[in-house]
Structure formats: C-alpha cells, structure tokens
C-alpha cells in the first residue's frame, strides 16, 4: 500500500511564504516522479509543478518565479515553497507520486488573504 501525505498548509498574507512537505511511503519501487497540483474553491485541479527523479522541473506560467519544487536526494520527499503569495493562490493543494497510478494525498488547504 502506498500512502502520500501532506502537510504545511495555513493562512498568510497576500505577499507572504509558505512551505508544503509532502512524503510517499509504503510499496513503492525506487525513486519517482513527483509533483504539486491544487484545487482552487469552485475550479478543477490544475497542475502547480512537477519534479523528475532526477530532479527536473516543470511549472505553471501562473507560479514561475514564486513558487520552487524540489525533494530530497534519493527520496519520495518533496517541497513546495511558496513565495509572494497572492489571494488567487487559494486553494486545496495536493500531493502527487507517479508511480504506475497517480497516487494522490489527502490535501492540504493555503488560504492567502488579501
């Protein structure tokens, strides 16, 4: 069984940081891709960012510049720092391990206050 779990959500200011910890364990083989997706109230889920295991990354145009993906070596460990934070950024966000199935954690809520 694999679990993801999330966790650093909170309320901030527009303009201020956040860093989210995300952490696959169990069942799984070796070292995987990882990424950050989020759900805003009333919207889909969209992609925030995507790391490789060798460390590559990808981002949306929406957080290029404020927000940084990146994992621990030789880990399913990943970060989401988050930095000039804005109202829009509100939302659920998510974990997510690629591995065979997506495995998604349970969520973790950013509230950015204007």
């Known amino acids: 069984q694999v679990r993801v779990v999330e966790s650093g959500g909170g309320l901030v200011q527009a303009g201020g940081s956040l860093r989210l910890s995300c952490a696959a364990s169990g069942s799984i083989w070796g070292i995987n891709a990882m990424g950050w997706y989020r759900q805003p109230p009333g919207k889909q889920r969209e992609l925030v960012a995507t790391?490789?295991?060798?460390?590559?990354?990808n981002y949306a145009d929406s957080v290029k510049g404020r927000f940084t993906i990146s994992r621990d070596n030789g880990k399913n460990m990943v970060y989401l720092q988050m930095n000039s934070l804005k109202p829009e950024d509100t939302a659920v966000y998510y974990c997510?391990?690629?591995?065979?199935?997506?495995?998604w954690g349970q969520g973790t809520q950013v509230t950015v206050s204007s």
């Open positions: 997510a391990l690629f591995w065979g199935a997506t495995r």
């Open positions: 790391i490789s295991a060798g460390g590559s990354t």
